[in-house]
């Protein structure tokens, strides 16, 4: 059977070259019994393909059935799929068999695998590597002979770094992978499902064709489909139903398409380790602050040297050496806040040098060769705890306020404050 056959078979619709590597991929792949792991977005695909596996297999003769992993609560899932006896369980009146016990001799698909608990992962192990398992609140070993194929839409492989799936279950699954292309990887492929389902539609509601214009087919293909094949099939069935237009322009198609933001900002970052990802900010932020004063003083002494001791340079910079000043004089003032005692430095004020021999166009000059020259320290723990420092003493102490201007939370401010002795 040649790949137009099993199209035609399984109501499949495309020519793209990744979505005919999938077919020849399950076409050769069904005739074994390996265990298939389908991957894919949601709404790509992934069940067509477990039905071309089992039909061109052995078993298609079998039973087969659709199992969605995650619909299932993981209270129940291991009774679903292994059976329980009568009183195992509150609820249990009678003994029930499991679906890998009413599907002997054929194939379950058991969709969205990745929500399985890992018990349930352990137990599914066992079905894969030697047939057996055990009913809910039995201590009997039963056989059963079935083929598992399998299907998800999350990066499993990430899932097994994180502990939340077994590495020796992901192998044992993944002995053949089959990938399923998402529908914006397909563009030659998207108007074709399109006319295919506003004709079926049109026929089903017996209501006129729908024609695309130039532009609106050029808005339909550059559509990313985060849906992918059954957000089409959505939209073909709204504008079938919906639109009295029945010739499309792109004007009307983008009133049943959501907009996209084409922002090239980086992405949010979802249930991360907020406490791990305030501290690597505040040191970038530290880096960058030193980046910054180091360029600053460079071109301080740049201009020195270039021009001598300038009264304009001087009052050019004062804020500049007047911040220097602050962080290398001892303080000589204290504030005591309720939460905090801050040290208030004394400001420098710069006065203009008495000019030799009283004509003002004379700039001072001096002797640099005996300057001793000290070296900043460069520790990021120092520069942490300086900005710290500037930071509750900028807002008088007031811990919440220092902590949303540092980018952190207040139980990390608190926590710094007690490891470089703050307090």
Same mark, same amino acid.
């Given at each position: 059977?040649?790949?137009?056959?099993?199209?035609?078979?399984?109501?499949?619709?495309?020519?793209?070259?990744?979505?005919?590597?999938?077919?020849?991929?399950?076409?050769?792949?069904?005739?074994?019994?390996?265990?298939?792991?389908?991957?894919?977005?949601?709404?790509?695909?992934?069940?067509?393909?477990?039905?071309?596996?089992?039909?061109?297999?052995?078993?298609?003769?079998?039973?087969?059935?659709?199992?969605?992993?995650?619909?299932?609560?993981?209270?129940?899932?291991?009774?679903?799929?292994?059976?329980?006896?009568?009183?195992?369980?509150?609820?249990?009146?009678?003994?029930?068999?499991?679906?890998?016990?009413?599907?002997?001799?054929?194939?379950?698909?058991?969709?969205?695998?990745?929500?399985?608990?890992?018990?349930?992962?352990?137990?599914?192990?066992?079905?894969?590597?030697?047939?057996?398992?055990?009913?809910?609140?039995?201590?009997?070993?039963?056989?059963?002979?079935?083929?598992?194929?399998?299907?998800?839409?999350?990066?499993?492989?990430?899932?097994?770094?994180?502990?939340?799936?077994?590495?020796?279950?992901?192998?044992?699954?993944?002995?053949?992978?089959?990938?399923?292309?998402?529908?914006?990887?397909?563009?030659?492929?998207?108007?074709?499902?399109?006319?295919?389902?506003?004709?079926?539609?049109?026929?089903?509601?017996?209501?006129?064709?729908?024609?695309?214009?130039?532009?609106?087919?050029?808005?339909?293909?550059?559509?990313?489909?985060?849906?992918?094949?059954?957000?089409?099939?959505?939209?073909?069935?709204?504008?079938?139903?919906?639109?009295?237009?029945?010739?499309?322009?792109?004007?009307?198609?983008?009133?049943?398409?959501?907009?996209?933001?084409?922002?090239?900002?980086?992405?949010?970052? +979802?249930? %991360?380790?907020? =406490?791990?990802?305030?501290?690597?900010?505040? /040191? !970038?932020?530290?880096?960058? $602050?030193?980046?910054? *004063?180091?360029?600053?003083?460079?071109?301080?002494?740049?201009?020195?040297?270039?021009?001598?001791?300038?009264?304009?340079?001087?009052?050019?910079?004062?804020?500049?050496?007047?911040?220097?000043?602050?962080?290398?004089?001892?303080?000589?003032?204290?504030?005591?806040?309720?939460?905090?005692?801050?040290?208030?430095?004394?400001?420098?004020?710069?006065?203009?040098?008495?000019?030799?021999?009283?004509?003002?166009?004379?700039?001072?000059?001096?002797?640099?060769?005996?300057?001793?020259?000290?070296?900043?320290?460069?520790?990021?723990?120092?520069?942490?705890?300086?900005?710290?420092?500037?930071?509750?003493?900028?807002?008088?102490?007031?811990? +919440?306020? %220092?902590?949303? =201007?540092?980018?952190?939370?207040?139980?990390? /401010? !608190?926590?710094?404050?007690? $490891?470089?002795?703050? *307090?």
């Amino acid at each position: 059977m040649d790949h137009q056959d099993i199209k035609n078979r399984f109501g499949i619709i495309g020519n793209s070259p990744l979505l005919n590597r999938a077919i020849d991929i399950a076409r050769q792949v069904a005739p074994t019994d390996i265990s298939v792991l389908i991957q894919g977005e949601s709404g790509s695909g992934k069940e067509v393909f477990s039905h071309i596996i089992h039909q061109l297999s052995g078993r298609k003769h079998g039973p087969f059935i659709a199992v969605n992993c995650g619909a299932i609560p993981e209270g129940t899932i291991d009774s679903e799929l292994f059976g329980h006896e009568k009183g195992s369980f509150t609820g249990a009146h009678e003994a029930r068999k499991g679906y890998f016990e009413v599907v002997d001799g054929g194939t379950i698909f058991l969709d969205e695998v990745g929500e399985l608990p890992l018990g349930t992962q352990a137990r599914l192990l066992r079905v894969l590597e030697s047939g057996e398992y055990i009913r809910v609140g039995s201590s009997k070993v039963q056989k059963t002979n079935v083929r598992v194929v399998a299907a998800t839409n999350v990066d499993v492989y990430e899932a097994v770094k994180k502990g939340k799936f077994r590495e020796d279950l992901y192998y044992r699954l993944n002995t053949v992978p089959l990938r399923i292309p998402p529908l914006r990887e397909r563009k030659e492929d998207i108007y074709l499902l399109f006319r295919k389902f506003v004709v079926d539609f049109a026929d089903k509601y017996r209501t006129p064709g729908i024609q695309l214009t130039p532009d609106a087919q050029d808005l339909l293909t550059n559509y990313s489909w985060p849906g992918n094949v059954r957000q089409l099939k959505n939209i073909a069935e709204q504008i079938a139903v919906l639109e009295k237009e029945r010739v499309v322009t792109a004007q009307i198609l983008s009133n049943y398409i959501p907009i996209e933001s084409h922002t090239t900002l980086p992405m949010p970052v +979802k249930d %991360a380790n907020k =406490e791990n990802f305030s501290e690597r900010d505040l /040191l !970038y932020k530290v880096l960058f $602050d030193m980046r910054k *004063d180091m360029v600053d003083l460079k071109k301080l002494v740049v201009e020195l040297i270039q021009n001598g001791f300038n009264p304009g340079t001087i009052e050019q910079n004062s804020p500049y050496i007047n911040q220097l000043y602050q962080e290398v004089r001892p303080a000589t003032t204290n504030i005591v806040n309720d939460d905090y005692a801050i040290a208030q430095p004394p400001t420098l004020t710069i006065h203009k040098p008495n000019q030799p021999n009283g004509n003002k166009n004379d700039y001072l000059t001096y002797d640099t060769e005996d300057v001793e020259e000290v070296e900043e320290s460069l520790s990021l723990v120092d520069k942490e705890s300086d900005l710290i420092k500037k930071a509750l003493r900028k807002h008088k102490g007031k811990r +919440k306020a %220092a902590a949303q =201007e540092l980018g952190i939370s207040e139980r990390t /401010l !608190y926590r710094k404050i007690k $490891d470089l002795n703050l *307090d």
